[in-house]
Structures are given as structure tokens and as C-alpha cells.
């Protein structure tokens, strides 16, 4: 069995062994068969943890995040608010640190989920807090609710739980996306057969760190700049948009460059028939124009199934963050 993940703070996908991360998913793989594989018959709340409630706070956008978390929430009995705009709604906007924030909330709410550009804020937050934690995607570094509902999505599209020997490629952004950091780091953590690729403009390539690590725990093949070379033979291709307010502001020669070659890194219907039509596509969402709509009818366009697998995903992890039966 497991060890008990009640009362805990999680802020990367490494803070999970693989035990408790197999257990997380089975339970998610139980939900998913409540909750979203019957469109009309399914429960609108189970009575599981009635009377508590959590807590979202987001410095910065979100959509499936955020209000997957607050149904997952509610479909488990609980009460949820979601404080989007946090930096201008919350008394940060009064120059409140982080570390207070951490404090103040914790006595009113019974888990907490927060998301903030800053790598850092999201730490700080949760080492202030006294509850059960979630990061909710802090910067560029991680995003790990993300890489769990990945593998959960990974495992039902490809019906097995054993992802030794298959052949994922990263593109998009693998600098700056923190849903490609989670999901490459889970996979290796837990399969030393997977084999990765990334595929970007150079710029965009991952720090050296992150290569060196995968390098030591999988069948990392590196980097590559050719979209169709990077496609060709993987059985997954994980496509990210650029995660241009990263670096927009910061560094506006590189986001003028890196806009001259984005329709080399297009993804459309064509290339996949062209070079691989098997693969299977999973991409984080949003897209922006790295993926064509024209792709969405494909049997083995996976994304909008992984968008809806966030609730189930999210539901286990709540389930067990708050509650062992
Ligand atoms: N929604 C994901 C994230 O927050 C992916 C993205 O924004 O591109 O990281």
C-alpha cells in the first residue's frame, strides 16, 4: 500500500513516489468512469468530503486548471471559490508577501491551490500554509496536475500503464512550458525505457540541466529543429504553444525572431498524413497556431479528451490529499 498523501503540500511531480502516484491514477481511473464516460447518468456530487472546501488562488490566466479543480472540488462534496486576477484582487495588491498570504489563508479554507508566474511565489505560499497544497503551475518551472492527468490521458489512449519503450515528442516550447517539465520528469522518473525527443527552434531548446537529468534516467535522443524529422517514427507527439509572456517583454529580439518561425513548427493535417499518421496528438491547451484546427477530427486527436480527464485526475488527488478511505 501506498504511504498516505493526507495533509500533504505538492509542488512537483517528483514529490510523489511511485506507489502513490499509482494509486492517484487508479482512483482517477475510477472516477473517469463515474464522471466522464457517461455524459447523462453521471452524479452530479458524491458526499465524500461534504463540509469542507478549497481555495484557488491564480496570479495568472487559466481556464481548464482553475475550473476543472472547482468541479473536481464540488463533485466531491466540497464548496470552491476560485480568486482569479490575484495579484490585483487579494491584498498582494496592498503589498502583502507571499509567506503572509500562506498564513492568512490557511485558517479559512481546508486545501489550497495556487498558480503564479513566479517560480518562487508558489513555494512561499505553500511553505507559509498549513494545509494540504497544490501548485497550480508556477512560471516555467513545473505544472504537475498537468503531467498527472497526461499520464492518466496517456494510459487510456493507449490502453496500458507501462510506457517503457514508447517513443514521445516534446514540441512547442520545451524552455518555457512547465506541462512538457512535469510530464517529460514523471515519465522518466518511473519508465527508464521511454524514449524523448524535443522538438523547437533552437532558443527554445531545454536548459542543460533538464537534459542532463532525463539523460540519466531514460532513453533521452536530445533536441532536434526539423518539425518533420521530429515526428517522424514517435508514437505521441506533446505539442505546446510558445509560452511567449515569458520572455515577450523581457527579451523582444527573440520574440520577433521566434515569430518569423513559428509556421515552420505548424502542425496540420497534412504533415501528420505525410509523416506519421498513427501518432497519437496531445497538446496542454491553449493552442494558439501551432496546431490546426483541421487535425481535431482525427481519431487520434487526443487533447480535448486530456482536457476533460483534468477533472477525474484532479478529484483522486483532492480525494487522497484530504482523506485515506
Ligand atoms: N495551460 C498550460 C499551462 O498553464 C499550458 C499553456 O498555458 O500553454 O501551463
Redesign the pocket.
Known amino acids: 500500500m501506498a504511504a498516505s498523501l493526507v495533509g500533504r503540500k505538492l509542488l512537483s511531480v517528483e514529490d510523489l513516489d511511485p506507489d502513490q502516484t499509482r494509486e492517484v491514477l487508479d482512483l482517477a481511473h475510477e472516477y473517469h468512469m463515474k464522471f466522464v464516460v457517461p455524459q447523462l447518468t453521471r452524479p452530479r456530487r458524491l458526499d465524500i468530503l461534504t463540509g469542507l472546501d478549497m481555495i484557488g488562488l491564480f496570479y495568472?490566466p487559466?481556464?481548464?486548471?482553475a475550473l476543472s479543480f472547482r468541479r473536481a472540488a464540488m463533485n466531491l462534496g466540497m464548496d470552491a471559490a476560485i480568486v482569479f486576477e490575484a495579484a490585483e484582487q487579494t491584498s498582494k495588491a496592498k503589498g502583502e508577501s507571499d509567506a503572509d498570504t500562506g498564513r492568512i489563508v490557511s485558517p479559512y479554507t481546508d486545501f489550497l491551490v495556487v498558480?503564479s508566474p513566479v517560480v518562487e511565489a508558489v513555494r512561499e505560499i505553500a511553505l507559509a500554509s498549513n494545509i494540504p497544497f497544490v501548485n497550480a503551475?508556477n512560471g516555467d518551472d513545473e505544472?504537475p496536475t498537468?503531467g498527472w492527468l497526461d499520464q492518466l490521458t496517456l494510459e487510456r489512449e493507449l490502453k496500458t500503464r507501462d510506457f517503457n519503450g514508447l517513443k514521445i515528442a516534446f514540441l512547442g516550447d520545451p524552455r518555457f512550458?512547465?506541462?512538457i517539465h512535469s510530464l517529460a520528469k514523471l515519465l522518466a522518473l518511473h519508465y527508464e525505457g521511454v524514449e524523448m525527443t524535443f522538438v523547437a527552434p533552437e532558443k527554445l531548446w531545454p536548459q542543460e540541466e533538464l537534459c542532463q537529468w532525463l539523460s540519466t534516467r531514460c532513453r533521452f535522443k536530445g533536441c532536434v529543429a526539423d518539425l518533420k524529422a521530429g515526428l517522424e517514427g514517435v508514437d505521441v507527439a506533446y505539442i505546446?504553444?510558445i509560452?511567449a509572456e515569458r520572455f515577450r517583454d523581457s527579451q523582444p529580439d527573440l520574440f520577433e525572431q521566434l515569430q518569423a518561425e513559428r509556421p515552420k513548427f505548424r502542425v496540420n493535417n497534412t504533415l501528420i498524413e505525410q509523416v506519421n499518421p498513427d501518432v497519437l496528438l496531445m497538446h496542454?491547451?491553449?493552442r494558439v497556431d501551432e496546431l490546426d484546427p483541421d487535425v481535431d477530427t482525427r481519431k487520434k486527436a487526443a487533447y480535448f479528451r486530456q482536457a476533460a480527464n483534468g477533472v477525474p485526475l484532479r478529484m483522486a488527488l483532492i480525494h487522497r490529499l484530504l482523506q485515506d478511505d
Open positions: 495568472e487559466s481556464s481548464r486548471t498558480r503551475g505544472h498537468q512550458a512547465r506541462s505546446t504553444r509560452q496542454p491547451l491553449p
